[in-house]
């Protein structure tokens, strides 16, 4: 019995003295301890989808190789961390960066990072920053305009705030910093002016080239104090500063007396309208514009003040009902500008005063409206009323509470936010397909039925738990007198526009393919993929590509994507999308054939 225990013993020995000097003899010269360190606080604090406690082990470099997902070497040095789309979450380990100096590409795009932005002392040799769509926080370090080779820098759909600093780096090609809250003069260096302004757009209030012109600030005030009097020109000096106080005291009282005429000219114009127009209600200023407009348009013989009602499900009101409404700005589009009215009855209604249609005649304008009142579905918004004269056309809708699509996927993400579950984007995606399926079915004749199909047009509002949508914004086309209007509205982007092709029923069909990749992605269309370094500009093309390189969940919605329910039926949807949007309208599907599927699926699910 001693025997074989001792036998066992020697032959561990063995194996022990071997495994030593083969790890040894593999010559981890070169191994570079404190980078490994600085990778390992990345691994311990921070959580993501890819299992990196398993994967990050032994060396992070053996010479030029790797076998650490997402880390690239050369000559045993960490060169590039490529950790893109893998639900990295949670704050960077403060300046863990420092010791992996040779790193010349740092990515992190498309997580959930948080916290501020890492802190690159020391790192020379960067040359790609790309820190886009996750949720970083705070302001832009100083040491990022020193990187001296810096050519790449991505921050948008962030939440950072702050002034961006003079980046002058001559080698930097790529700039963007759109998406976040960003605010105050973009410095006019050389380097800055050169990017458009879509590196710059959608902050809180940016300003200088290529945006608009930040405000001058107002002229310095009075003039500098006069230099001390020599002794012996006193009388001399003394009326000088007679002269200096007589022109300073009429400088002072010139603005006051323009002030006071402006207010005594506004006071007076102010009693004539309250003269004119003694019923008007307050509100704010877009509606008291609308007040205004209404008030000149009763020259108008035409002038109908009693209004034509498709839904009798609210009380009837008249013109002066609405105009004493108080009410709200909900948005202003492309087309118009959309309020919100609380009427005196109780009944709050949204009216969407429209612009560009005064090349059309009345009648054109009435029956086209008429004709789109009597629509009646549960998936599309009521017209309930409208209004014609000259100047002024008013549609009136029912008042849609949650607000739409675009807000639900899009705002607020980061910290907070509820994701927008895989059950609710199905039934959105459903109703849509019912209240545009229904259109076309009622609108045989009309070239493209709803024509301006987006995620801004849904409107959202909640039944119990569950969200329902409906369409809003449909049947204007004909109302458009040119193409360079309807160029404005959501069929603008499709294939058969731009190649100046025949519009069809199919032109919608391509709108709704856009809403399902949106809804299915949680990206916004028309913006480039953060994903790759291939720089995709359109969302279909993207989901192309990246489906037609592998069925992978790449493209599924990073908020959806932990709760690992509906990927199959998502991946269903997504292929039915890219038929939606195929650059051939005839190979589309129609829309029953559409909503057919989508029941389908949701039977299945
Ligand atoms: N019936 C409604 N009920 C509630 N909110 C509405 C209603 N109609 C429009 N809105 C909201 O009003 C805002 C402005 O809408 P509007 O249709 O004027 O412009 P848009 O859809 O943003 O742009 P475009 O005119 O280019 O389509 C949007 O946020 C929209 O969600």
């Known amino acids: 019995m001693n025997l074989i225990l001792y036998f066992f013993l020697a032959a561990a020995l063995f194996l022990h003295i071997t495994f030593s000097t083969f790890v040894i003899s593999i010559n981890l010269d070169g191994y570079q301890p404190e980078e490994r360190a600085a990778l390992l606080q990345l691994r311990d604090s921070m959580t993501s989808s890819l299992d990196l406690h398993s994967n990050w082990t032994g060396p992070p470099c053996i010479a030029n190789f790797s076998r650490w997902a997402g880390i690239v070497c050369s ?10 789309g893998i639900q990295l979450s949670g704050p ?21 990072v948080s916290g501020p932005l890492p802190n690159l002392t020391n790192l020379v040799h960067l040359e790609s920053v790309l820190l886009s769509y996750n949720r970083f926080t705070g302001s832009i370090p100083s040491e990022y305009i020193e990187l001296p080779n810096l050519e790449r820098l991505e921050f948008q759909q962030n939440y950072l705030e702050g002034q961006i600093p003079s980046f002058d780096q001559k080698t930097l090609t790529d700039f963007n910093v759109s998406y976040n809250y960003f605010q105050g003069s973009i410095p ?17 209030d940016l300003c200088g080239f290529p945006l608009k012109p930040c405000p001058v600030p107002p002229p310095a005030p009075s003039p500098p104090p006069p230099s001390p009097m020599r002794p012996g020109k006193d009388k001399k000096k003394k009326l000088e500063i007679w002269i200096v106080v007589l022109i300073a005291a009429l400088a002072a009282l010139v603005p006051l007396v323009v002030l006071l005429l402006v207010l005594c000219c506004y006071k007076r114009v102010q009693r004539k309208e309250t003269a004119k127009e003694p019923q008007a209600g307050g509100g704010p200023a877009g509606w008291t514009e609308k007040k205004l407009t209404h008030s000149q348009s009763t020259k108008d013989p035409e002038r109908k003040v009693e209004l034509e009602f498709f839904e009798r499900k609210i009380a009837v009101f008249d013109l002066d009902d609405l105009l004493r409404a108080s009410a709200e700005v909900l948005g202003k589009g492309k087309h118009g500008t959309t309020y919100k009215a609380n009427l005196e009855s109780g009944d709050v209604v949204a009216v969407k005063r429209v612009k560009n249609m005064n090349g059309l005649s009345k009648n054109e304008f009435i029956q086209q409206v008429q004709l ?12 309930i009323s409208f209004y014609h004269s000259k100047e002024e056309k008013l549609i009136i809708y029912e008042f ?7 807000e639900l996927l899009h705002g607020n993400r980061g910290v907070g936010r509820v ?10 995606i459903k109703d849509i397909a019912k209240g545009l399926a229904f259109l076309h079915r009622s609108l045989p004749s009309h070239k493209v039925p709803h024509a301006n199909l987006k995620s801004s047009n849904v409107l959202i509002h909640q039944d119990g738990q569950s969200y329902r949508s409906k369409l809003t914004d449909y049947g204007f086309l004909p109302l458009l007198p040119s193409r360079k209007l309807s160029e404005s509205l959501a069929i603008g982007r ?24 949106e809804v299915i992605t949680g990206r916004i269309p028309g913006e480039v993929s953060p994903r790759d370094d291939e720089i995709v500009e359109d969302l279909s093309d993207w989901v192309r590509t990246v489906v037609n390189n592998d069925w992978s ?11 690992r329910e509906g990927h199959d039926e998502m991946l269903k949807l997504t292929e039915m999308a890219l038929q939606c949007t195929d650059v051939t309208p005839e190979t589309r599907p129609k829309m029953s054939e559409i909503l057919g599927r989508i029941e389908d699926i949701e039977q299945k699910n």
């Open 188 to 204: 006019p260096t050389e380097t800055l002016r050169r990017f458009p302004e879509s590196s710059y757009g959608h902050n809180l």
């Open 75 to 84: 000559n045993w040095h960490v060169i590039h961390i490529v950790l893109e």
């Open 553 to 563: 969940a790449d493209i599924l919605d990073v908020e959806i994507l932990p709760a």
């Open 400 to 406: 849609v509470p949650t607000g739409n699509l675009f």
């Open 419 to 428: 994701p927008l579950n895989w059950a609710a984007r199905l039934s959105i």
């Open 494 to 517: 499709s294939p058969e526009f731009s190649q100046r092709k025949k519009l069809t029923h199919k032109t919608d069909v391509y709108c709704f393919g856009i809403i399902l990749l």
């Open 372 to 383: 789109l009142g009597k629509l009646k579905h549960e998936n599309l918004v009521q017209i």
């Open 92 to 112: 960077l380990p403060p300046a863990f960066l420092y010791n992996i100096s040779l790193l010349t590409k740092l990515s992190f795009r498309n997580n959930s």
